[in-house]
C-alpha cells in the first residue's frame, strides 16, 4: 500500500500495533508512508486507524476486503493458466484474507475438490478456534512470535469458506516454523517470516494430513520484514520448542 501511494502521489498513513518489527515500520518510512504505533494487537491499531479518517480519506482493510480476495484468487488463475492442478493447497492464516481470495479462485475454476491446510501458529489461531466453535472467536491475546498472524479475529468470509470448501486447520509451533524459515533459506537463498515459515513446516515435517497428496501447491509468502538475525534472536528464546 505504502508502495502504491508513492507511485500515486498520495499520501498514506499505516497504523501498526506494538508487535510490529523494527524493519516493518523502517520499509514503511521508505515508501514515504507516515508510520503509526498504537497499541499491542492488530485491532487495537485497527480501531485507531478508523479514527483517524477524513471526509476525503479512503480505509484500506488489510484482509476483510473482496478486492484483496479477488486479487489473491489470480495466484489460483495463473495455476490454472499453467494447465498444473494441484491435489491440495497449503498456506498461513492470519485474518483470514489469503485464505478467502484462495477458495475465490479455486471454485472459480470448478476445483471444488481440492483442499485447503490453513496453517496458524500456537499463540495466534484465531481461525482454527472458528473451526472449533463454528464461529468467530476472538483471542485473548496473541502470544506468538509469527505476528504476521496475530489478528486475534479472523473475517467471516473465512470461516464462510471453512463450510463451503474443503479447508482444514492445522497449528503448530514458533520452533516450527523458524526452523522451516532456516531450512527454506538453505534450500532456496530465500528469506521468509515465520508466518510464511509456519506453511513450511508442515511440509518439511511431512505432516501426516499432507500424506495422501502428491502435487501440493505451498503459498511462500512474506519475507520483507524480517533478517535472518532476528529468526535466530526468537529462535534462541528461553520455552521457543518444535
Not at 12 to 21: A, D, F, Q, R, S
Not at 137 to 150: D, K, N, P, W
Not at 160 to 176: F, I, R, W
Amino acid at each position: 500500500m505504502a508502495y502504491a501511494g508513492r507511485c500515486l502521489n498520495i499520501p498514506v498513513t499505516v497504523v501498526v500495533p506494538e508487535t510490529t518489527t523494527e524493519r516493518a515500520k523502517e520499509l514503511l518510512r521508505l515508501e514515504g508512508a507516515e508510520v503509526i504505533v498504537h497499541g499491542g494487537s492488530w485491532q487495537e491499531a485497527n480501531q485507531h486507524a478508523q479514527t483517524l479518517l477524513g471526509a476525503t480519506d479512503a480505509f484500506l482493510h488489510p484482509f476483510d476486503n473482496p478486492l484483496l480476495w479477488h486479487g489473491h484468487a489470480s495466484l489460483i488463475d495463473e495455476v490454472a493458466m499453467a494447465q498444473c492442478k494441484p491435489d491440495a493447497v497449503v498456506l498461513a492464516v492470519g485474518g483470514g484474507g489469503l485464505l478467502a481470495g484462495i477458495v475465490e479462485g479455486l471454485q472459480r475454476n470448478q476445483w471444488h475438490d481440492v483442499p485447503v491446510f490453513a496453517v496458524e501458529t500456537e499463540g495466534a489461531a484465531s481461525f482454527h478456534a472458528a473451526v472449533l466453535a463454528g464461529h468467530t472467536v476472538e483471542l485473548e491475546r496473541i502470544s506468538s512470535i509469527a505476528t504476521s498472524l496475530g489478528a486475534k479475529r479472523v473475517c467471516e468470509q473465512a470461516l464462510h469458506c471453512a463450510n463451503t470448501h474443503p479447508v482444514h486447520s492445522l497449528v503448530v509451533s514458533d520452533g516450527s516454523a523458524l526452523a522451516a524459515c532456516e531450512r527454506f533459506l538453505a534450500d532456496h537463498r530465500v528469506l521468509v517470516e515465520p508466518a510464511c515459515g509456519a506453511v513450511l513446516s508442515v511440509v518439511y515435517e511431512q505432516n501426516p494430513a499432507l500424506a495422501p497428496y502428491n502435487k501440493i501447491l505451498v503459498v511462500v509468502c512474506g519475507g520483507a520484514t524480517t533478517s535472518i538475525e532476528q529468526i535466530r534472536s526468537w529462535a534462541s528464546q528461553p520455552g521457543i520448542q518444535q
